[in-house]
């Protein structure tokens, strides 16, 4: 007669339930062999270790199986890792970007005029600095001879005659200092990873190798077209200084980024394989041409100008410089009149070998700076939570923007370099005769607070998007209304707990619920507050809270009826769609009192 097999449960997970599994298999078929199920006996310890073994190899089976779902995953950086697979381009590290207003004192000439010809040019790259020690670097040719420019006297002789006058103009500037680091490449290898030594990377600016060849960053390694910015030699040259042409990089890579590293990937293509590294002409890929390479494949995609599939040549033996920007400090908003240090201007003067060196020294010597506004760009980055609605909405997307919610998710994945907005709220206009559509941007200053973006990021955002709305959609890019609160609440506190610390836990727990940013247009749900105070221990009951306006000096001058915005039952306090609320100082606008 064939041996019985005994039956196993396989739904016994945690350790009790596996002891007791273990303890009842013991005594129902091997009763004759072990009788000893004492706490104390040698057996026991055994069973306990099984039972051990089984709970830790539960526990790390669920939680391998969670973190390999975006909706169960927990682990930031698992959240990081399923972003790519849904196309999404994670952004540790922001930049900021502004516009500075310079000064520069130039001599006057034999007339008491201003001598143009001691007017400089500073020069991109020249870089400055704030107060609290972040650098920003000049985007862009300063001409401070522009006939724009303000020219007004700075210093007179003792009759009155002006001696010097003092010039002002704009300039843009990013954050972030640019450096550069090397990296020795062997032998080949397919799809080579570099990583970077530096942390808070915001842009990788070139990638050369020793033999001089360029290497381009692409969004993914089957992208093999970038446009780049040629030098215009027409006749509107000076109203378009540059154009726009696409160029066939058959040397690439992709940009992976993480919390805390970054690295460059390549392909696997070789330089044999390099047929043609200029413009990208259509007729050399789809016409049949004698003396001309073409593909035999009809059909046209102009985003795939090259026949090869190996993702882009791979570097072998050589040497890359890799030039990228980084920001030297957390945060690298910059409050108004925070921008006043030149660190290492760049100016060139058109004729150099007529001026006088000593004054040259004098006009090189008076630039100063400063930001009439905010500079503003950088935010925190998303907790998981709110990382999963993004990488969600972002593959639901599909790189183009038919609904509301395609264009925040938009918004949110634009480039670092080009700035970050902290919420976006994209609202359909009704009243417009054409469905506008208004994108309501906000951002945070260098405090960590709420502020309006600036205009360098929100033409960087309508830049943005420009390629990806469909053609007849109008959007206004508009500053959403900040609208600060403060919560007053009693509670009674039974008599066996310490009231003052009580009190204290309640504060600590309210201020660190309502310190995150919320959503544009996102209600008050006051019933919130009831539920967080009643959980705490020591607290009997909750019996007041109360939502007032904050307005004022330090605050926003945004009011609303708090008795009309509430809802019939006084559970939710509404907000226009426009508006976004935040507690400004938690430490004195949420404050409770115990009864």
Not at 119 to 148: H, R
């Amino acid at each position: 007669m064939p041996k019985k097999t005994p039956p196993i449960k396989y739904t016994s997970r945690d350790f009790d339930s596996i002891k007791k599994d273990l303890i009842e298999h013991a005594k129902r078929y091997y009763s004759d062999t072990y009788k000893d199920f004492s706490e104390a006996s040698f057996g026991s310890m055994m069973v306990d270790m099984t039972a051990y073994v089984g709970d830790i190899l539960s526990f790390y089976l669920d939680y391998s199986v969670n973190e390999s779902f975006i909706d169960t995953a927990t682990e930031y950086d698992n959240v990081v890792k399923m972003a790519k697979q849904f196309g999404y381009n994670f952004k540790s590290t922001a930049v900021s970007h502004g516009i500075l207003t310079f000064y520069v004192t130039i001599p006057a000439n034999n007339s008491g005029a201003p001598d143009t010809s001691y007017m400089p040019i500073l020069k991109k790259g020249t870089q400055v600095a704030s107060g609290a020690g972040a650098t920003f670097v000049l985007i862009e040719d300063v001409d401070f001879s522009d006939s724009d420019n303000e020219i007004v006297v700075s210093t007179t002789n003792e009759f009155g005659n002006p001696t010097y006058y003092a010039v002002r103009t704009y300039g843009r500037v990013i954050s972030g200092k640019v450096t550069s680091e090397t990296a020795a490449v062997g032998d080949f290898q397919k799809f080579r990873r570099l990583e970077l030594n530096s942390k808070n990377v915001s842009e990788i600016v070139s990638v050369v190798d020793s033999e001089g060849h360029e290497y381009f960053e692409v969004e993914n390694l089957s992208q093999n077209v970038v446009y780049l910015p040629v030098k215009n030699r027409q006749s509107d040259k000076e109203r378009v200084p540059e154009l726009i042409k696409p160029f066939v990089v058959p040397r690439r890579f992709t940009v992976d980024n993480t919390r805390l590293t970054t690295a460059l990937q390549f392909g696997y293509g070789s330089t044999s394989e390099l047929v043609n590294e200029s413009f990208a002409d259509p007729a050399q890929v789809i016409l049949d041409i004698h003396g001309r390479t073409h593909v035999t494949d009809t059909s046209f995609d102009p985003a795939k100008l090259t026949s090869s599939d190996k993702f882009g040549v791979a570097p072998v033996n050589t040497t890359l410089t890799i030039t990228y920007r980084i920001n030297d400090k957390n945060n690298v908003n910059a409050g108004t009149d925070t921008v006043t240090s030149v660190v290492s201007p760049v100016m060139q003067f058109l004729t150099p070998a007529e001026l006088s060196p000593a004054t040259v020294s004098i006009v090189e010597a008076s630039l100063e700076c400063t930001n009439e506004e905010p500079i503003i760009g950088d935010t925190s980055i998303p907790d998981v939570t709110e990382l999963k609605q993004r990488i969600k909405s972002h593959f639901f997307a599909q790189n183009r923007a038919v609904t509301r919610q395609d264009y925040q998710s938009l918004v949110y994945t634009m480039p670092s370099k080009f700035g970050m907005v902290e919420r976006c709220q994209a609202i359909q206009d009704k009243n417009s005769f054409r469905r506008n559509l208004n994108l309501y941007v906000i951002s945070k200053d260098a405090d960590d607070r709420l502020a309006k973006s600036t205009s360098s990021l929100k033409d960087n955002i309508k830049t943005w998007l420009s390629g990806y709305k469909m053609i007849n959609d109008t959007i206004d890019i508009l500053d959403a209304k900040i609208l600060n609160l403060g919560i007053e609440y009693d509670i009674k506190i039974e008599e066996a707990f310490n009231k003052y610390n009580v009190l204290a836990a309640c504060n600590a727990i309210i201020r660190s619920y309502y310190s995150k940013t919320r959503e544009i247009g996102e209600p008050l749900y006051i019933t919130d507050v009831y539920k967080i105070l009643n959980s705490i221990a020591g607290v009997i009951d909750t019996i007041d809270v109360r939502i007032v306006n904050k307005v004022g000096t330090n605050y926003s001058d945004i009011f609303i009826d708090i008795d009309d915005s509430l809802s019939s039952d006084g559970r939710v306090l509404y907000i226009p769609k426009d508006h976004i609320i935040e507690f400004k100082f938690p430490a004195q606008d949420i404050r409770g009192a115990a009864k």
